[in-house]
Every structure is written in C-alpha cells, then in structure tokens.
C-alpha cells in the first residue's frame, strides 16, 4: 500500500451526501489534525465504545504475504505465511489487457517481474497493456531471490483457490480501480466462482479495501454483505461519512494516534457495528507495540513473526 491524498475524496463525499474482524502523496490529514478536529462529544463517545471495538491483541495480517521472507504477491508468500503460522493475508488486484485480473501492486510490471527482458519493446509495461497469457510468462520471483526463479504472477483466481488451500483469510484490495472501471464488478464475479461469497467466507474470511472512496462504495452497493475498508486517514469529522459504507479505515500508522484510533471506534459502519482500523505498514517492534497501544484491530505487516513477537496473537 502506498498512502493516497484524502481530501479530494472527503470533499467528494460530503458533495454527494451521500464492514469486527472474524506513488503518491502524504496523508491530507496529519496525526495533529485528526487530534485537532475531534469534538469533545466525539473523545467521549469514543470512551464509551472502544473497548467493545478493539480487541487485546491485534489481529496480525500479512502483506502481500511474508513479503519479506518470499516475492511480494505471489503463492510463495502465502505459504510462507502459512508456514510461519499466519491465517491472514493480504493482496493486489488489478485488471490485464484482456480483462484478467491478475494479483500485482504496482501498475507497471517492472519492478517485481523480467517483463524488461521478454518484452524489451513495452515500456512502461504497464498490466493493462498485457494480455494474461503475456503475462503468465514472467518471472516474478528471481528479483527477490534466486531461490524463487521461475515464481510467476497469479491470477486471482489462481490466488483465490490457493489462499483457500492454506485455510487463510483475506483483506483484498482493489488497487488503482481508477484505471480499470469495472473492475469492482469483475472481482465480484471471481470471488463468486470460487466459492469466497458464500456465508461463511463473507462473514469470516473477507475484507475488501481500496483507496478509492468510490470502489469501496461500489463493492458496499453490489455486496453490502461484505465486509469493506477504505484505506487513508479522513478527518474525524468526516468518518461518518465513510461509515456509511466502509466498515474500516485503514491507516498509515504514521498518520494515527489513540485519539484517532478512538475517533473510529465512535463511529458505527453500515453492519451496526464499531468502525475498525487495521494499520499498515508496520515492520519493527517498536511501531507495533505504539500501533497496539493505540488499540488497532490489526496490523498489516512485512513481517508478521517481528509483529507476532512484539505483540502477541
């Protein structure tokens, strides 16, 4: 996850008027302002709420897998996060040229994969710009480690069934729907085929998120079932509106404090339930010990097992 500008989004929402657990710029609103902005009545409404939103120990997600041990996104690092004893997990989707979706961070395929090599006439090599097949030729392992040559990128559907193998959770987010409309919909589809919208796996097993206000409402509208999280940092006085569609926000951790953490337990989301926030992305001990403090419901995280030791779960 990369932090996005809120403001714009916030404003777009007031304009318009409009899920507990089982490249870019800075925040628009720093930890100060968050502090700043939340009304006496909003601190003593959090008082009274937080303790049944939060639990002791954070709930401890993987990003993009271990991706610290195993290349980012691929089936490598779900596994080794089920091999370090870890059930949640965390991924990117985005949509291919001929309207795969394929599970990948950045926009561009150079970073994490040899598409310079096979394809040394596509720049920027952009995942839009190639088709899956295309795709599925890449190497997306031996940039992280030798050992991991020939890993390649999978399609969410792949992902899907392999996440469900490692008896794993999920939070999904929709990475960049701006550049692929639709893309909410097509997400949906695939996660009803392989069998991640039955009762079970909604009310246990998933979460979507997205940095786009506009997706997480257009998951909210076709599956208001499913639990949603919009990832950024809005004002305090903005949550309730976010509440009305998101059942988290999900932010940087340099970008909270307890106050603001509190700030979210206050408000209720679209299932009657607390607001939570799961805070990425924390690395190291000390940062994970502040996140937990400040009464998170999760820590998105590189490294769980550092998580894991310094927090607990």
Known sequence: MHA?????????????????????AAPAHSPATAKATATPTAKATAAGTANAAKSDTPV??????ASAYAPENTLAAIDKARELGFTWVE???QRTKDGELVIMHDDSLARTTNVEQ??????PWKVADFTAAEIAELDAGSWFDAKFKGARVPTLTQYMNRVERNHQKLVLEIKKPELYPGIERDTLRVLRKTGWLDRNHVKHKLVIQSFGADSVKSVHAQ????????????????????????????????TITAEYVSAIHAQRGPHGRPLEILTWTVD?????R?????????IITNRPDVVRDAVGG
């Open 60 to 65: 401890i997600v993987a990003h993009r897998g």
């Open 290 to 298: 502040r996140a937990a403090g400040f009464g998170v419901n999760g």
């Open 284 to 288: 190291d001990a000390a940062n994970a």
């Open 118 to 123: 096979v394809f040394p006439d596509r720049a």
């Open 91 to 93: 991924n990117d989707v």
């Open 223 to 254: 599956r208001p079932d499913i639990k949603t999280g919009f990832l950024g940092t809005p004002a305090v006085a903005d949550l309730p509106a976010y509440a009305k569609f998101a059942d988290q926000i999900n932010s940087n951790h340099g």
């Open 4 to 24: 996005r500008t809120a403001a714009a989004t916030a404003a777009a929402l007031i304009g318009v008027g409009v899920l507990v657990l089982p490249a870019s």
